[in-house]
């Protein structure tokens, strides 16, 4: 048969919970494990066969790497879907298998066939052009430049996030000039 991909797809989430998903991960690790179980804060869960111990396992990374379940293909698919029907926001499973068998339970439990071509009209569904500007946004705010987070967050598209950082910058720009031009 050759290697088939399934997933059960990302959950949806705001650009409000994709910055407080981002904040998670790149903030304190107090903020992080508190965060582990929020509501926005859907964990990617991957189900593989471990070939040196000869089980399948699911598992993701927060903080370290959380076993939900090691041992049968259908133990593991009953895992990582609890841990996806959680509800919380980009929560995605992912799962390879190589045969027919595998392939029928993965379908069974309601995993949906993956490509690179279904996830990307999946995203766009939902995704806008904002989500392109996180890392941008961060780092104007980590090096205090900017208030650029709030920007994001109160904008409509990327376009407008642009503008307002612009306005920013072109205001404080004059401000110095405003003051070197006192002296």
């Not at 379940?69 to 298998?97: F, H, I, P, Q």
């Not at 780092?139 to 208030?147: D, I, K």
């Amino acid at each position: 048969m050759g290697s088939k991909r399934f997933w059960l797809p990302t959950r949806p989430y705001s650009i409000v919970a994709a910055i407080n998903r981002r904040s998670a991960a790149t903030g304190s690790i107090r903020y992080a494990e508190l965060a582990e179980h929020a509501d926005y804060n859907g964990h990617f869960v991957s189900v593989y066969f471990n070939e040196y111990r000869r089980y399948w396992v699911a598992d993701y990374t927060w903080a370290g790497r959380i076993v939900i379940a090691r041992g049968s293909l259908e133990s593991c698919l009953r895992a990582a879907k609890a841990e996806y029907d959680r509800g919380a926001l980009g929560a995605c499973v992912s799962l390879t298998v190589e045969s027919d068998e595998d392939a029928a339970a993965a379908v069974a439990a309601g995993f949906q066939p993956w490509s690179e071509v279904i996830e990307g009209d999946h995203n766009k569904s939902w995704r806008d052009d904002r989500f392109e500007c996180l890392s941008e946004a961060f780092q104007y705010e980590r090096h205090g430049l900017a208030p650029s987070i709030g920007f994001l967050a109160n904008s409509k598209t990327a376009a407008e996030f642009r503008s307002k950082l612009d306005a920013f910058f072109a205001e404080r720009k004059a401000q110095r000039s405003d003051t070197r031009g006192a002296q």
